[in-house]
């Protein structure tokens, strides 16, 4: 027998046990998933988490429900990958591979940032990147009774990167809601030149922040946080003042990468762009946030890649050459407050476009145009992530690639 | 892309202005292009650039991490040598691509 390890049951390691135990044969080869917690988070929730838009039972179910039958599942703490022996360690056993999925993910490394983790770290200072930051982050909220709010980005890359943009729309809604907008003062900063991180989506897209009174600053890199006069404070001396700092701390991958020795400074592996494949190891592959590739940190490239990632799993197993396929495709709903949202459908090299999705000339959903139509998109795909995503099902009509159907190259990137 | 004459030479340069082509630049171009930015170059600041070049050439991503932990220079040295957008700038005087750690 022989044995195909996947490391970690988020959203890129369920979907590969997903789409590979049905295509492997039983007699030859074991699956086994390793991941220590328990509970599978639908992490797009946490944005909705701290506005109660979302409960905190609709983002999260028992892990196991999601992973197929004669897969082997372990709960266990990964130590150690040694590639050279084709081992990983575990908490209290060894397990030996043939091949070796990494799908560890990303997550927040506030301790990156001199005080962050300080004496307003969950009094005024706040993630919604884990579970329990959104949810102390919604306890702030339901109380909190105006002031100045800063939305911050400390470094890219970060998972979702449009999420905190979408936060401080949301923010917006929420405060107009509760009739307390004219006492809160909403301020976005961010290390990038511009509020979107891609160029077309920020000249289309800037009168958002002017519509919704929210102020910007860019080129900011945070050096420190001052908990005394409350303030974040960049290299060149900038201080930006806070009540409440809702911030998105530098994203790593997971510290078995450093320990393993797999990451570049970030934890993050190098991968092949367009195969998957490690750099470093012909048999290890790497999936969704836990690659270096400069697509998205996002399940819709984790779902795109996993179908390019399990046809080059297959043809390395039979000693074929792999396919050069994925091309950093992304779609993602970007909710722009008051039950709107736009989609943006992009890939490695094109950037944003206007037009129809998934068909040409009827759409139903348009492209970098806020609907109501694109907010029940948002809404629905928490369905679609729970009973389609993980399960490897392909969502009917979007191809793992770009398509350039339906789509209207009208925006220049701005020049500078 | 488009042509620019700098330091009397004709270069590709992106729409940005950085160069297309990281081997047609030399110590006179650097010095053109960061008076342009108004940056006046030292020994300190070709040590960076020489380093920017270095990883390129290595294909390896640059962010302004990375460089802090080069060993050349801190965080906070670089935003002193180029301020306002240190690794946007100098990798422009560096004559390498603008770095895309903005995804």
Known sequence: MKNLVILGAGTAGTMMANHLRPKLYSN????????????????????????????????????????????????????????????????????NYDVLIIATGSKIAPEETEGLIGPLWKKDIFDFYTYEGAVDLRNKLRN???????????????????????????????FRKKGIRDKVDITYVTPLSGAFTKPTCTK????????????IETDFAIESVDNDQKEIVDYEGRRIPFDLLVTI?????????????????????????????????????????????PASKAGSVAHFQAETLTDNILLYIDGYPLKKEFDGHANCFIETGN?????????????????????????????????????????????????????????????????????????????? | MSLKTIAGVELNVSEEGYLEDMTQWNEEVA?????????????????????????????EALTIRNVGKSGIVTIKELYVLFPKGPLKFSSKIAGIPKPTSCI
């Open chain 1, 249 to 293: 701390p530098t994203n790593m991958g997971d510290e078995v990468i450093e320990k393993s020795g797999l990451g570049d400074d970030l934890n993050f592996i190098p991968t092949d762009h367009n195969t998957l494949q490690s750099l470093a190891h012909e048999n290890i592959f790497v999936i969704g946030d836990a690659t270096n590739v």
């Open chain 1, 339 to 416: 039950n709107k949202a736009l989609l943006i459908d992009f890939n490695y090299k094109t950037e944003p476009v206007h037009g129809n999705f998934p068909f040409a000339k009827i759409g139903p959903l348009k492209l970098l145009k806020e609907s109501v139509l694109n907010h029940w998109g948002k809404l629905a795909f928490r369905w679609i992530y729970w009973n389609m995503l993980l399960k490897g099902i392909a969502i009917p009509f979007v191809s793992r690639n770009m398509s350039f159907k339906g789509k209207v190259f009208d925006i220049k990137p701005e020049e500078k």
């Open chain 1, 204 to 215: 289309a897209l800037n009168y958002l922040l002017n519509e919704k009174d929210i102020k």
């Open chain 1, 28 to 95: 030859e080869w074991n699956i086994t998933i390793v991941d220590q917690y328990k509970t599978h988070y639908y992490q797009p929730g946490f944005l909705f988490l701290p506005f109660d838009i979302y409960s905190k039972k609709q983002v999260k179910k028992v892990g196991k429900k999601f992973i197929p039958k004669f897969v082997n599942y372990i709960q266990k703490k990964i130590e150690k990958i040694i590639p050279e022996e084709n081992k990983v360690v575990l908490e209290d056993e060894t397990l």
């Open chain 1, 144 to 174: 909190w009774e105006g002031g100045k709010l800063v939305v911050h980005i400390t470094e890219m890359p970060i998972k979702c990167p449009v999420a905190p943009l979408e936060f401080s729309f949301l923010a917006d809604t929420y």
């Open chain 2, 31 to 59: 010095k053109e292009i960061a008076s342009e930015i108004g940056i006046e170059l030292t020994p300190k600041h070709f040590e960076v650039i020489n380093y920017l070049r270095e990883k390129t050439a290595a294909k």
